[in-house]
């Protein structure tokens, strides 16, 4: 084979094949080193991008910043209030969203607050300057959001009889102004104490703890509050009332009856029955008892009525208790309405 013609063509291809894959030790280190050199400078082009992205981004930010300070004309002790809240952001340079996220300026004021660097007052009047004071039919995180006009309950303790109230106003430097009854002004707390208000509407009931600041002949200054208790057992809100019903008994049945309901919640009522007078009527029925289930006919203003049904489940020296049963959330609003309009 070795005479082949071709046989020492083949030989020096696979020669210089084997040539071009066999290097010395020396050029695979120059190799390696230029590999080397090579990640290297495209590491340090990365990293100087980089760099350079991040300072523009926070000559962004900062120019953001700036631009809202001045439309906004915040005094040195409110810009000192929002850099402290910026603080407690994952990316603190990013403080320019505070003017404009009105649920990022809600979770900061929250975390500030519970670690005592802010004062609730302090953060209410900021909310009021970048315009966080209206929040419609969603949770309320502040008095400051709590529209004119609106009826609030307000009492100086749990167990307190509630007041209902007007709110007139509110302010950065007034606080919260509101009105009530010149003759329940008695059952309000004085100038300097504590008061809860309790407020609701379609995302629930809320209440705040507050502080009096003045009242006189109907009118009620509150300091404003932020950090509403959201009462989560919304259902189970009462008040004390005194209106008529007239009582359908629907199993078992019976003769209808009439009473006043004393007591009145989203969820369940209290009511006492009108003693019926047996030679009159002619009959004495025997008083509804756990497990009846009743039609009430409750009458919340004159000319109105409501049709709730109930079941009574605990009777009571005072009186019936009922739960209402089947009942739509838009009755319950309307139930709450009542009550917080109600005095």
Avoid at 28 to 52: N, P
Avoid at 102 to 124: G, T, W, Y
Avoid at 274 to 297: F, N
Wanted: charged share 30%.
């Amino acid at each position: 084979m070795d005479d082949w013609p071709g046989a020492r063509t083949v030989e020096e291809f696979h020669r210089q094949i084997s040539d071009a894959y066999t290097r010395s030790p020396l050029e695979i280190s120059i190799f390696v080193g230029f590999f080397v050199i090579l990640l290297g400078i495209l590491f340090g082009y990365r990293r100087h991008v980089t760099r350079r992205e991040r300072q523009s981004e926070a000559e962004r930010t900062e120019r953001l910043y700036q631009q809202a300070l001045r439309r906004t004309q915040l005094s040195p002790s409110q810009v000192e209030l929002l850099n402290t809240l910026a603080a407690t952001m994952q990316r603190p340079a990013e403080r320019y969203l505070l003017f404009e996220d009105e649920s990022l300026f809600n979770s900061c004021a929250v975390r500030a607050m519970e670690q005592k660097q802010v004062a609730p007052d302090a953060v209410a009047g900021l909310r009021i300057i970048l315009g966080f004071d209206s929040d419609g039919a969603k949770a309320p995180h502040s008095t400051t959001q709590l529209k004119p006009g609106s009826t609030v309950l307000l009492r100086g303790r749990a167990k307190d009889k509630p007041v209902a109230a007007e709110i007139r106003s509110s302010s950065r430097s007034m606080g919260l102004e509101l009105r009530c009854r010149p003759e329940r002004m008695s059952r309000l707390p004085l100038s300097g104490r504590p008061i809860q208000l309790i407020y609701h509407n379609a995302a629930g009931i809320f209440v705040f703890e507050s502080l009096v600041l003045s009242r006189e002949d109907g009118d009620v200054v509150l300091r404003h509050a932020e950090q509403p208790q959201r009462l989560q057992r919304r259902r189970y809100f009462r008040r004390a009332v005194q209106r008529p019903v007239r009582i359908e008994r629907v199993s078992p049945e019976g003769a209808d009856l009439n009473g006043v309901v004393f007591d009145l919640g989203g969820g369940g009522a209290a009511l006492e029955l009108v003693e019926i007078d047996a030679e009159t009527t002619g009959h004495r029925d025997k008083p509804p008892d756990i497990g009846d289930l009743l039609y009430l006919y409750l009458e919340p203003e004159p000319g109105e009525v409501w049709k709730l049904q109930a079941r009574v489940v605990r009777v009571s020296p005072k009186g019936i208790h009922v739960v209402f049963t089947a009942l739509q959330e838009q009755d319950r609003d309307k139930i709450y309405r009542y009550l917080f309009r109600s005095e």
